[in-house]
Structure formats: structure tokens, C-alpha cells
């Protein structure tokens, strides 16, 4: 969600949720916006987008399979040395929430959307190289149209990571 008035929070407007992840609480002198709300996603919505047939990749820390504001989970993969499927971080939930969530109070872009998961952070945020590259090479095999990494670092001077990114921007 995105405040709609930039201010630090006091600390009695923020609560935990059941993972102890700190969240802004909702109040009558702030009105909170889903992202969709903040870039206009009505004007998409009325010319009848809504993700219908569109298959997105999300490279994370995985997706929470139970939570109810997805419609089409459509797999899910781990390519890390962990033996889950679940993020464990909320980060990649976050993100496809962001993509396809169906929450009333902080709806995503493209409900309709099939979102494809590939976990490729450990609960510790850690990733390899390598790691990346079998899940890319997947991404193409399965003809993903849309891919989202949320990554950070030194990867712009790891050549066989930037390389397999432009091998799957020409696959599209």
C-alpha cells in the first residue's frame, strides 16, 4: 500500500501483522491507496484489460500458495538449495500482489493474470548466479510474456546473468 501523504508513522499507527512484519495501520486522517488506485488502473480496466491469458514470471523468495487474494497461481518453482516452495520473507507475495492481487484494499494490476513463481532467494535472501540462470532458462522453455525480477546489487558486472537477460528479452 502507499500512504497517500508522506510522513514517518508514529509508533502507535503501526501494527504487526502474524509474521511480525511492521505494517501502517489504517486511520480516519489517512487514506491508504493500493497501487492500482495510485497509477490510475481503472483506465486499463475499462478498456477490459485485466491480465486475461498473460503469463508472469516473478523471481523472488516464492509465493504464500494459501493466500486468498490470487485467482490463478499457476506454478510454482524453487531453484534454491532450501526444500520449500513457500516464502517464508512475504516479499514475492508482495510482489505478486502487486501483479494480480485481488484485494479489495490494495488490488494488483491484473487479477486475471497467471502468475508463475521462481524462487530463487532463500529465506536467508541469498542467491546464486546459477540459480537464476536454470530458473531463466525455465522462463523461456515455458514462454513467459512478462518478467519481473526484484534484485538488487552488483549483478550489472555478472555477464552470464545480464547475457541470459537479453536472451529472454529476444524470446519474448
Not at 54 to 80: M, P
Not at 100 to 120: L, P
Not at 150 to 162: K, L, N, R, T, V
Amino acid at each position: 500500500r502507499i500512504l497517500s501523504k508522506e510522513a514517518p508513522l508514529p509508533a502507535s499507527a503501526v501494527r504487526e501483522d502474524r509474521r511480525g512484519i511492521r505494517m501502517p495501520e489504517q486511520s480516519r486522517s489517512r487514506r491508504i491507496l493500493s497501487i492500482a488506485d495510485k497509477y490510475d488502473a481503472k483506465q486499463i480496466w475499462a478498456k477490459g484489460f485485466r491480465g486475461e491469458k498473460i503469463k508472469v514470471a516473478i523471481f523472488d523468495t516464492g509465493i504464500d500458495a494459501n493466500h486468498k487474494s490470487f485467482k490463478h497461481i499457476e506454478d510454482r518453482s524453487n531453484w534454491t538449495d532450501e526444500d520449500t516452495l513457500e516464502d517464508r520473507l512475504g516479499h514475492g507475495t508482495f510482489v505478486a500482489g502487486v501483479v494480480a492481487g485481488t484485494n479489495k484494499d490494495c488490488h494488483g494490476f491484473a487479477e486475471e493474470a497467471e502468475i508463475n513463481t521462481f524462487r530463487v532467494f532463500t529465506q536467508r535472501q541469498m542467491s546464486f548466479t546459477s540459480w537464476f540462470l536454470d530458473a531463466f532458462n525455465y522462463a523461456i522453455q515455458t514462454r513467459m510474456n512478462i518478467l519481473n525480477l526484484s534484485i538488487g546489487g552488483p549483478d550489472y558486472h555478472d555477464h552470464p546473468f545480464i547475457d541470459k537477460v537479453w536472451e529472454m528479452s529476444a524470446n519474448s
